[in-house]
């Protein structure tokens, strides 16, 4: 029987991480481990990125590892750009040239921060404009990383879904209660949900797909008009939607331009090498659906007398 190939997830806790781990494991060609930073959990590895002695106890030589940890707040790095750049920038790279020379498969989740973003779908060949410390943070790495020898994978995505969920579940407790929300209607992101990055990731183990590849939906939307499915899906009025510019909010130390104006990317690559397509405004909007019924639908609404 072909032997399963060893998969480590760096940063299992992670919203990329978890869905990757649940969505690989049930691939009977792959066994996975994902990492974690909960004592509580023994039957996982412990790794701090901070603390170089944990990294002696992580699997060696995987197959594959996905590089999913990380500072991910845009105001942290931008405060505190020393601390933060310690772990996505040099004890990333640390623990890629580890693996790599281990003959592992190293990938590395990127941004479609890293472009300025003037137009849509930003491709392989638009110049790279960081426009904030994580951004450079991100840029930074993927370039070094790319000057490693052995295999190394950076796959640039743009917001992940699963990842807007706490935000979406606010906006449904809030419009429930009866309260306005007030979303951005000139901030854009291009959501891409599991299946894609489940798809995209197999795909580039399997091929042992190399360089930068694209993750990304099809479409840049508002938060305005992500907060009008959310309105729609619970059957909250439409009137409490308040939106606002996010150039009028204090958004310190998250610098105003650290945002780009288009977040969606070219899938050009990822589409011919992988057969993977950007994932389609349905899904989101089916996965808002599903958000609702899980939080009570508009059955919500009637206990709460706010419909
Ligand atoms: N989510 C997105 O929309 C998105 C978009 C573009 C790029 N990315 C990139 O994709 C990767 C995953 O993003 P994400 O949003 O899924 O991340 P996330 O949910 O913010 O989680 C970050 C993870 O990093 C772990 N971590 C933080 N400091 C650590 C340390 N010192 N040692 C070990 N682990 C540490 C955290 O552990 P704890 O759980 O224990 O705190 C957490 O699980 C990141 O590289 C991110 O930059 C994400």
Redesign the pocket.
């Known amino acids: 029987m072909e032997t399963r190939k060893q998969i480590l997830v760096?940063?299992?806790?992670?919203?990329?991480?978890?869905?990757l781990a649940e969505g690989l494991s049930r691939d009977e060609h792959f066994e996975l481990s994902a990492?974690?930073?909960?004592r509580k959990e023994p039957a996982r590895s412990f790794?701090?990125?901070?603390?170089a002695h944990t990294w002696n106890k992580l699997p060696d030589s995987p197959a594959a590892a996905f590089?999913?940890?990380?500072?991910?707040?845009l105001k942290e790095c931008e405060s505190n750009p020393g601390e933060t750049r310690a772990?996505?920038v040099e004890?990333t790279l640390d623990l890629a040239q580890k693996y790599a020379t281990q003959g592992t498969h190293v990938i590395?989740?990127?941004?479609?921060?890293v472009f300025e973003g003037k137009h849509p779908l930003s491709g392989p060949e638009t110049e790279i404009r960081p426009q904030g410390e994580?951004a450079r943070q991100?840029a930074e790495t993927e370039e070094r990383l790319l000057k490693l020898a052995g295999m190394v994978t950076v796959l640039?995505?743009?917001?992940?879904l699963?990842?807007?969920d706490s935000l979406m579940r606010q906006w449904m407790d809030e419009l429930r209660a009866g309260e306005p929300v007030q979303p951005f209607h000139d901030r854009l992101i291009c959501p891409f949900d599991r299946n894609l990055l489940c798809a995209a990731s197999a795909g580039v183990i399997r091929k042992e797909v190399t360089g930068i590849l694209h993750l990304s939906g099809e479409a840049d939307i508002s938060y305005h008009l992500l907060a009008a499915w959310v309105a729609e899906a619970i059957g909250a009025r439409a009137e409490l939607l308040d939106p606002i510019s996010a150039r009028d909010l204090a958004l310190e130390p998250e610098p105003r331009f650290a945002w780009p104006p288009w977040t969606s990317l070219d899938m050009a690559r990822s589409e011919k090498e992988l057969g993977i397509l950007p994932t389609p405004l349905s899904r989101v909007r089916k996965h808002i659906k599903a958000l609702a019924a899980e939080a009570g639908g508009n059955s919500g609404m009637e206990k709460t007398g706010h419909e």
Do not use: P, Q, V
Request: charged share 20%.
């Open positions: 760096l940063g299992g806790d992670s919203a990329i991480g978890k869905a990492t974690t930073r909960r790794f701090d990125a901070h603390d590089f999913c940890f990380g500072n991910t707040s772990i996505n004890a590395f989740f990127s941004t479609s921060l994580y991100k640039r995505i743009t917001k992940f699963e990842s807007l």
